[in-house]
């Protein structure tokens, strides 16, 4: 049962007020969002004159994911003239998201949510939010411990485990020279991808499969094209190439066109955005993706529950999709 810590402790008097107003103004805290109040606590009524304020804290937004997430949030969001959003960018450095985090509570928000970098990095700034009684939605990416309100995203071993599974059967029994190109692995579903692949290969009962080079392409187009290139250039043969994202999966695939090799392979992402990994099934660069719901849509209707003080449950599991030269024109194919 999820501990929900949310209700806001409330000043008692003005001498009160006064005294968390300076200790605010010590802690160099940015004018309240538009808010009259002046501490940690915002405790805004909900209104259309004087929102909830939503403070969220977006790792980066140079990948087309993490854009489409907050077009999620946003569209979500202007339905609901009670709360209002506001968006930080912490341009892919943790000790700058850690920051924005503190800024966020520091200027008076009714509620967090944040899908951080990494999960070591980013544990403390949020379990001291959820400790103010600040509602905690953890988005995408977790962090460690049970310091938050409610954790939302999609199981990633489970997407891992259906690409291992997905690229051990479209092998068969020839079986091949495998590249897996991962993500971040300080970042949970660096981790979980990897893991979950490694159970659905399952290389005890597919000795012909071989994992011939592992690198972590930090989720990064760019780096896992240099990746590639030196795969390519230690492995005369490689047969496919799994990438943690689709990103990572372009790169890769650009690095073998490069050298005159893109046909000798295949290429297997994960996000499926219907403009970017879809397309690229469609086009016939990628031969499969996997969904990775950004969460967008879920996480405001989670936030609305918590700010009318409803229960939510600690844990959202989202669902996911493949998308395949055969399916991907139909729709994809729902995975239970
Ligand atoms: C974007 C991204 C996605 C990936 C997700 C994992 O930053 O790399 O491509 O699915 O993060 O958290």
Redesign the pocket.
Known sequence: MPRLRHLRPLLASSALAALAALAALAAGASPLLGCKRSSASAGHAGTKEDPFVVGMSQ??LG?P??VQMNEDLKAAAAKHPEIRLVLKDAQNRSDTQRAQVEELVNEGIDLLII?PKEAAPLTKPVAEAFKKGIPVIVL??AVEGDQFTTFIGADNKKIGREAGKWIAATLGDKGGNVVELE??MT?T??QDRHAGFLEGIDLKAHPSIKIVFTADMQ?LEPNARKEMSSALATNPQIDLVYA????GAHGAFLAAKESGREKSMKFVG??ALPHEGVQYVKDGVLQATFA?PTGGAEAIDSALKLLRKDTVPKQVVLGTKSYTSESAAKGGEAIP
């Not at 943690?244 to 990103?247: A, C, F, L, R």
């Open positions: 790792c980066n990948e994911w993490r899908s995408d990416r993500g971040l970042s579903p660096g989720w943690h994202n689709d990103p994960i996000d990775y």
